[in-house]
Each structure stands twice: as structure tokens, then as C-alpha cells.
């Protein structure tokens, strides 16, 4: 592999396990809010975090380093840090008590991955040594894989859209509705699994088994992502009173079995998955309970639950009429294999077929 995949897999891990081992020894979150992505230039920051802690906010320039064991080094490093144009710090793999002392004493912040810290800001006064900590348990933590819910929010951007693997942090962590930091940690991890060629510079980046990506997402979307979309279930006088109302697809949209319907044609719903976006939730139910009389029943056919992407859906019916009011092929195949009724897996067949396949190829 490239030493841009390299570089970059080291930092993304590197930035990754040190903020969380800040936040369990001290209790000052972190975010990271960008990584570089011009490893040749001599001038730009290796990465752009944010540390938060009793309702403040700190910025920070980031210095990454393999190795420090010297304090000739921490002086170099100390001088590079001080030409930076906002306040900057070195975030390493390990610094021993005695190197820490020493960055305290030329007033060099710093945090490590087993847990120690320097940071004097104004309002911002850390400073830990001696820790060795159990850096296999923070990287088993940190490495969760991408079988979480913000990185399947995150992957499933990646499925659906095929410009996302090659933008931006930022532009993908807008589209997936997460966290910046998330980002990185689930490009390593993907790459790792070799279900991803080069994590580095964006233009590089590709999945590699764009189907076995998705066959996974699909099967973990049932009980590791849909339980945190917090799901209202209900039941109308009128059992056709979804066919009036009329989506627009940014805040709410089909999913399931009205999805599938609009899309192919090829079923009669007997259940309405509405997805609604988060900051609208609790206006769009009450609008919903009030004009078709819904009521609250856990074993009702109407399931509402938050919209956990911010992109529009690029789906095409089988009249050739865009579906802008619809969830994008992959969420309505994995809801219809998710209800185990045999009519919904037949249709999830014909999606999986016309809208699915031909794009992984």
C-alpha cells in the first residue's frame, strides 16, 4: 500500500485512541474535526481537534508523532508547534513520565494513547503522568469496527451515494448525520477488513466488496441500527390513509412496504414505515396522529421512525418517474427482509435485482 494510506490509517487511529483514553482518564472529550489530507506539505497541521470540558470549547492544531524519546526532539517539536497559526499540540503514542515532565516544563501540551496529558489553556489545566495504561483495552475500544449505528449511518451513505467514499470528511459526516471523528475510525477499520483500498487521499479511495459491504449492512441494520431510531408504532380508523398523504423526502419518507410499492409496483401494503427527520419528529407525529386520527398501539401497521440520512434518495420507479418522497433501494430491501413475511422478501428480490446489484458492479 501507499505511504498516503499509511500516513493516514497511523493518524486516524493515532488521533482516535488518544482522545479516547483523554476522555477516560480526565473526562475532556474530543472531536476531531478534520485530518489533513496534503501529507507533503511542511506547513499544514496533521489534524484539527476540538477538546470540551465543563461547557468549553478549545481548539487545537494537531502535531503527529510515532515516536518521542528525546527531549532534543520535544524542543524541535515545541518550535514547529509555535510557527503554527492557532494554538497546537503533539499527540503520540506514548510519553514517559520523565518526557512529560519535560513538556511541562517548556510548556508543550500534549496527550498520549495510554492516558497522560499536558494541556494549559485558560480554563483548560490538565496534566497526567506516569500512566502506561491498558492501551489493548482502549484500542479494543476504539476499534469497535464499523458494526456500530454511526458507522452503519456512515457506511450507508457510502452504499448509497457513489460520489461519498472520495468526499470529504466533513461532506460525508454532513451526509451520514454523525460526528466528524467517525469518519476516520470507520475508514480504518473497513481497511482493515480489506473492504476498502486506500483510506488516504480521498480521490484514492474505493470499496473494494461494495456487495459483501452491503449483504453486512443489511443483516446488522435489523438490531444494531433501527433499535436507536426510536420507533412509534400506531393504527388508523382508514387502513388507506397513506395514499393521500404526500412526502416530500427531506423530512419525511417511505420506507418499507409503501416504499417498495411506489418503486416496483409489485405489492399491496399492509404496513406504512415512515421515516421523519429528527428535528421535525415531534411536529411531523402530531401533524400525523391529528389529520388521520392515529392512535397508539404497539402492534399497529404504522411504524415511525427517525431519518438517519441527509442526502435525497436517487431511486427511479418502474414508470421512470423519479421517487423524491421515498428512502433510498437499500433501507426499503434491508426494512422488507427485516419483516420476514414471504410476499415483502419476494418483492426485496426485485429490488435487490433492478436497483441494487447493477450498482455494485
Known amino acids: 500500500m501507499s505511504s498516503d494510506h499509511d500516513f493516514h490509517l497511523q493518524h486516524a487511529e493515532l ?20 485530518i489533513e489530507e496534503d501529507i507533503h506539505s511542511n506547513h499544514r497541521a496533521d489534524a484539527h481537534i476540538a477538546l470540551q470540558t465543563a461547557g468549553q470549547r478549545f481548539d487545537y492544531l ?21 510557527h503554527m497559526q492557532a494554538p497546537a499540540l503533539l499527540i503520540t503514542p506514548y510519553v514517559s513520565a520523565e518526557m512529560a515532565e519535560h513538556c511541562r516544563s517548556i510548556d508543550l501540551e500534549f496527550i498520549d494513547t495510554a492516558g497522560n496529558a499536558y494541556l494549559n489553556r485558560p480554563g483548560l489545566h490538565v496534566f497526567v503522568k506516569g500512566q502506561t495504561g491498558n492501551r489493548a483495552q482502549v484500542k479494543a475500544r476504539a476499534e469497535r469496527g464499523s458494526n456500530t449505528p454511526t458507522a452503519m449511518r456512515m457506511i450507508f451513505a457510502l452504499l448509497c451515494r457513489t460520489d ?38 480521498k480521490s484514492a479511495r474505493s470499496l473494494i466488496e461494495p456487495a459483501q459491504l452491503r449483504n453486512e449492512w443489511v443483516m446488522n441494520y435489523p438490531t444494531i441500527l433501527r433499535p436507536k431510531l426510536k420507533a412509534r408504532q400506531f393504527r388508523a380508523p382508514d387502513p388507506d390513509w397513506w395514499k393521500e398523504l404526500k412526502l416530500d423526502g427531506s423530512d419525511m419518507a417511505w420506507g ?24 421535525h419528529m415531534a411536529t411531523g407525529v402530531h ?32 414508470t421512470s418517474k423519479a421517487m423524491p418522497d421515498i428512502a433510498p433501494a437499500l433501507l426499503i430491501y434491508a426494512d422488507l427482509l427485516a419483516s420476514r413475511d414471504p410476499r415483502n422478501i419476494e418483492v426485496a428480490k426485485i429490488i435487490k435485482e433492478k436497483y441494487l446489484d447493477h450498482a455494485q458492479n
Open 15 to 34: 488521533l482516535t485512541l488518544a482522545l479516547f483514553a483523554l476522555e477516560k482518564n480526565t473526562g475532556v472529550t474530543g472531536q476531531v474535526l478534520a
Open 62 to 82: 494537531v502535531e503527529c508523532k510515532s515516536l518521542v524519546d528525546r527531549k532534543s526532539a520535544l524542543a524541535s517539536i515545541k518550535m514547529q508547534l509555535e
Open 164 to 201: 461519498a467514499v472520495t468526499a470529504s470528511y466533513r461532506d460525508i459526516a454532513a451526509q451520514a448525520g454523525i460526528a466528524l471523528g467517525t469518519v476516520g475510525t470507520t475508514f480504518l477499520d473497513l481497511s482493515k477488513r480489506g473492504l476498502m483500498l486506500d483510506a488516504g487521499p
Open 256 to 279: 418499507g412496504e409503501v416504499a417498495a410499492q411506489k418503486l416496483t409496483n409489485y405489492l399491496k401494503p399492509a404496513t406504512q414505515t415512515v421515516y421523519v427527520a429528527k428535528e
Open 287 to 318: 401533524d400525523l396522529v391529528k389529520k388521520y386520527r392515529l392512535r397508539p398501539d404497539p402492534e399497529g401497521p404504522i411504524e415511525i421512525l427517525e431519518k438517519f440520512w441527509q442526502f435525497p434518495s436517487a431511486e427511479i420507479s418502474e
